[in-house]
């Protein structure tokens, strides 16, 4: 722990361009003065960044701020599918490839929208899109709300499932695994999502994999209505679909069949995610070649074990692209923001962790307007130790853990999980070791996923051994 009498608040009073507006270092008072931390309000080059200080306050801990990349900032509730998304809808580019593209200011409807990540990149690669967002979860709901606004997008959300006809059902909601959420859900849903976990290519055992996909899938049932696609849209002012985005876990053929022959002609490109039951793959090929489109079946290297595929289909030529759509936007994200600054300030600055760098939305401040110190101290990210050797003994045990799973040297106190090559897997084989060193359920699986940092998971432990 910081001993925070032992700082002091220094304003620095320095051109710093549009990086930031505000700016205040955190020094030691004793010895080297060294920096404890910086903490400053983003400026107008950074506009995601300073978006992204107030949306943290509103989430209220409920949703989590995550930056699976350094271009990349995504509210959701754990970092496994943070990741994720980053990986299939940005990296994989799952989408926007053979041959769907978006023109200028397109009108985009997005269904199974899940925390909105299709619909980030929709609107990041194409600004001044207008996109509709379908989803029957409330939580995610909310969770596409917060990332459209992290985003400056133009988004509707629409809660409610779509299907082939109005009724009223239930889906199945998987809170720590939400991409397999869904209408259809069943065991089936255990053996995709083992076959996923088996890719990332980790040994660990057969019970350590099934415990962890019983844990991800442990679902809850919610209430939702579902309409067909243009009762859902009714409401709204749609001439044209530039793009139809379809991933609802096995109920695509069900949306599908619920499009009418007016609704099709103003559908000018379709991608979606098929899961081949009972031959509906060639059925979905076979309906959109009926209503005029040029149809690509394609499919995720990571996911040739299951029976999931991608549709690409446009009233045009389909074809696999040289190059992936450009989403990159600079200074978007803390990360990105804290090299740029601590390259700005140089000097003392130059070696500083990224993680010592803090952005809010205003600087506190007391009656006088002064800088309240013992505010922003409160704020103040732990520090390591100065001395080498001064790791707790549940650190120490814990550091082992990591060391031998991750297969590194050398554990700091801030180092993630994640960052070190950590994987779904590799989080299992980590809590069984905690399990063996600790005793059972002083790590819960799902934990590691929302905080996983060292310093974090060591909290966790602390906690639950009381």
Sequence with gaps: MTDTAALEVEYLDRGLGELVEECVVVRHTAGDQRVAAVFAVPGKAAPAVRRATVLREEANGELSLFEPDDHLML??????????????????????????????????????ANVGGASVLFGLVSPGARIFALEPVPHLCRAIELNARLHDIDLVVIPGAVGDARRKTKITYYPKNTAMSGLLADQADREVLKTYLEGEGDSTSADGLDTMVAELLAGESVDCDVRTLGQALQDHSVDRIDLLKIDVEKAEWQV??????????????????????????????????????????????????????????????????????????????????????????????????????????????????????????ADLPAEEPAEAGQLTEIEEKLAAIW????????????????????????????????????????????????????????????????
């Design 75 to 112: 509210f959701h509730r754990n970092r496994r599918e943070a990741d994720f998304i980053f990986r299939e809808v940005f990296r994989d580019n799952e989408y926007l490839r053979n041959g769907v593209t978006l023109p200028e200011h397109p009108t985009v409807v997005d269904v199974g």
């Design 256 to 377: 599908l069949l619920g499009i009418d022959d007016d609704l099709w002609q103003r559908v000018h490109q379709v991608v979606m995610e098929v899961h081949d039951i009972d031959g509906r793959v060639a059925a979905c090929v076979a309906l959109l070649e009926g209503k005029g489109f040029s149809v690509l079946v394609d499919r995720n290297q990571d996911l040739l074990a299951t029976d999931m595929y991608g549709v690409y289909a446009r009233r045009g030529p389909v074809a696999p692209d040289a190059t992936p759509p450009s989403w990159h936007k600079p200074l978007s994200t803390r990360r990105a923001l804290a090299v740029a600054l601590r390259a700005e300030l140089g000097g003392e600055f130059a070696e500083l962790p990224v993680e010592r760098f803090r952005f809010l939305a205003i600087l506190p401040r007391d009656e006088q307007g002064r800088v309240d110190t013992a505010s922003l101290l």
């Design 403 to 466: 060391r031998q799973v991750l297969k590194v040297d050398d554990i700091a106190r801030s180092d993630d999980f994640f960052d070190l090559g950590g994987t779904s897997l590799k989080s299992v084989r980590m809590v069984l070791e905690v399990d063996e060193a600790f005793g059972e359920n002083v790590l819960p699986p799902d934990q590691l996923f929302v905080a996983s940092r060292f310093d974090e998971v060591a909290a966790i432990i602390r906690g639950n051994l009381g």
